[in-house]
């Protein structure tokens, strides 16, 4: 069976994006279009296999993402418009464990190897996407990285207690499988070998996927030199490489994101006492809600409107840090209203360890001075639309060019990459995004699978490793869904992509599908009034208007008297190009 599941089978539409946004929502809004109603299908058929090859079609990292992805995907779910959303993320979490646990054997794809070789720099989310790509595509790819492991970010920056190391070398191990070759220990740029190297080599192309690992500091008296404060990347990477020493008695990590809230529940689990100083309030926070409530439940104490002015120091250690007090004033150009320091309000916070934690960004001292690469106001790499850069054959993506992302963002930048360098490398036009895609429209049968109650589920809860038994251990928190939780959780989707079918010339324009729809999908309309006022009973100059958008696929309509309604499944597949070597080869 062929990795892809192009059915060969099918009517062939061009679609507009903007229709895929407002019907198959979740697929749409997740960065790499990965096929979410197709996978959690599949999920509540018990067809684990088949659903984690559906994943890695268009994600290559489906185990890490089960653990670490925001899931924006859940915030366009339709199921959250009346319920709560479906669970994708957790979904996607317990199949990966399931083909993981239970060793689970996949074909190793067969590939028509060509000549060209690319180098990739950089072995995080965006490289190895592209890596991944290049080689299914039959590129010889090579990835140099310099550190000792592979990752990037991944591995060196998230807790273990959140994204198990296993986990992130089981999704790199299918990418090794297509025959991609990864040099640890070898960093590119001065005083080394350079990109120009690369290219001199016979490189046909070069992927610039560095990321931003270099954390931005808070420009405070005392902050320069002083023996406890340190930067959340660089602690995150200790911890990570096995160091676990406590940072300190008092440890104050400065900021509000994700990686303020991952270095202060790390340093929780060594530490008596840990405070997060962030200069909005809680609301504001731009890290994710249920990881803030995490580290609430784990004892971490937040210093809300209150901004770092100076580290207070002594026999050059840190001993404490001058804040002061802050009001929300009138929104900034982000639309968040703007903090602002209130007159005589600085009070001192007693610690001994300061975590900085305000942002990242890319060091890009590798590419030498004068490199001549375009560089954006926020220090990032300048690309095009299909990121080029401005140096003939040399592309970048992921952090690099978008500043601190997630995982999935930079995956979908990966595939954005493999396809223009593809492109590059055949002499072809660079295709630019486009508003048009094309997707196969297959008869489906569903409105008669629909089970019972799917309107009543309520959304299955994972269950946690309890706090108490957190503190001082490294243990993976969130368990996981049971087998007979995700089955359940599965059926509360509402299948999105398939999309509402009416033969209107046979239609008798009855009225039945609209009087029996709850969420007026169906309308019948009389086309020689021009209020088009819905009426049950129209003349015989009426049609059918379908909303799409707003069906839930409940099937109460299915009970056509005539027998013109039924359902056609929407399949887009995003990375058709990309696993067409693939496709006509594997076994």
Not at 383 to 403: P, S, W
Not at 449 to 464: C, G, H, S, V, W
Not at 467 to 482: A, I, K, M, P
Request: glycine share 8%; with cysteine; hydrophobic share 35%.
């Amino acid at each position: 069976m062929g990795q892809t599941t192009i059915p060969k089978k099918g009517v062939r539409a061009l679609l507009d994006l903007d229709w895929l946004q407002q019907n198959i929502r979740c697929q749409h809004r997740c960065p790499a279009h990965m096929d979410v109603p197709g996978y959690i299908r599949l999920i509540s058929q018990g067809k684990y296999a088949e659903s984690y090859k559906l994943m890695k079609e268009t994600n290559p990292f489906p185990a890490v993402c089960g653990y670490i992805c925001p899931h924006p995907c859940e915030s366009k779910c339709k199921r959250g418009d009346f319920d709560r959303p479906v669970a994708i993320d957790a979904l996607k979490r317990f199949v990966t464990d399931y083909i993981f646990k239970n060793k689970v054997k996949l074909p190793v794809p067969k590939i028509v190897r060509r000549e060209e070789r690319v180098a990739i720099v950089g072995a995080g989310p965006a490289g190895l996407a592209a890596a991944n790509d290049l080689a299914g595509m039959g590129y010889k790819v090579t990835v140099f990285e310099k550190e000792s492991q592979v990752g990037g970010m991944m591995m060196w920056a998230i807790p273990s207690y959140r994204l198990p190391r296993e986990q992130i070398m089981f999704d790199v191990s299918h990418i090794l499988a297509r025959g991609v070759e990864i040099k640890t220990n070898t960093p590119i740029g001065k005083p080394g070998k350079t990109i120009s190297d690369l290219l001199k080599e016979g490189y046909k192309s070069v992927f610039l996927a560095v990321g931003a690992q270099k954390g931005k500091r808070l420009e405070i008296p005392g902050e320069e030199g002083t023996q406890g404060v340190m930067d959340c990347l660089e602690f995150l990477k200790n911890v990570n490489a096995g160091d676990m020493r406590s940072p300190g008695k008092k440890v104050a990590v400065i900021g509000g994101g994700n990686s303020a809230i991952d270095a202060a529940r790390t340093a929780q689990r060594m530490s008596p006492e840990v405070y997060i100083v962030y200069r909005r309030t809680r609301e504001e926070m731009p890290a994710l809600a249920w990881e803030i409530e995490e580290a609430e439940h784990e004892g971490v104490k937040f210093h809300y409107l209150a901004a770092p002015v100076k580290v207070l120091t002594e026999d050059g250690k840190v001993k404490g840090l001058e804040c002061i007090k802050m009001k929300m004033g009138k929104p900034d150009n982000s639309g968040r209203r703007r903090p602002e320091p209130v007159p005589n309000s600085e009070f001192v916070i007693e610690t001994d360890c300061i975590i900085t934690a305000i942002s990242q960004e890319s060091d890009l001292k590798f590419l030498g001075d004068n490199h001549g690469f375009e560089v954006t106001k926020w220090g990032t790499i300048a690309v095009d639309e299909t990121l080029m850069t401005n140096k003939k054959g040399v592309f970048a993506g992921g952090d690099v060019t978008l500043g601190p992302s997630t995982v999935i963002e930079c995956i979908a930048l990966g595939h954005l990459a493999a396809k223009s360098i593809d492109s590059y490398i055949r002499g072809e036009e660079i295709q630019k995004p486009k508003k048009k895609v094309w997707v196969t429209l297959l008869d489906n049968n569903e409105f008669n699978l629909r089970e019972e109650n799917y309107d009543a589920i309520p959304r299955e809860k994972m269950q946690m490793l309890p706090v108490v038994d957190r503190q001082g251990t490294f243990n993976l928190v969130e368990l996981g869904l049971t087998e007979s939780q995700a089955k359940v959780e599965a059926l509360r989707c509402l299948k999105c992509d398939l999309n509402i079918n009416v033969e209107t010339n046979e239609c008798v324009l009855c009225g039945r599908c609209s009087m029996v729809c709850p969420v007026g999908a169906l309308k019948q309309v009389d086309v020689s009034d021009e209020s088009k006022a819905h009426r049950p009973y129209v003349s015989e100059d009426g049609i059918v208007i379908k909303y799409t958008d707003v069906c839930i696929r409940c099937g109460n309509c299915k009970d056509c008297p005539v027998n013109v309604i039924s359902l056609k499944r929407v399949l887009w597949k995003p990375n058709e190009e990309i696993n067409k070597m693939i496709e006509e080869t594997e076994e």
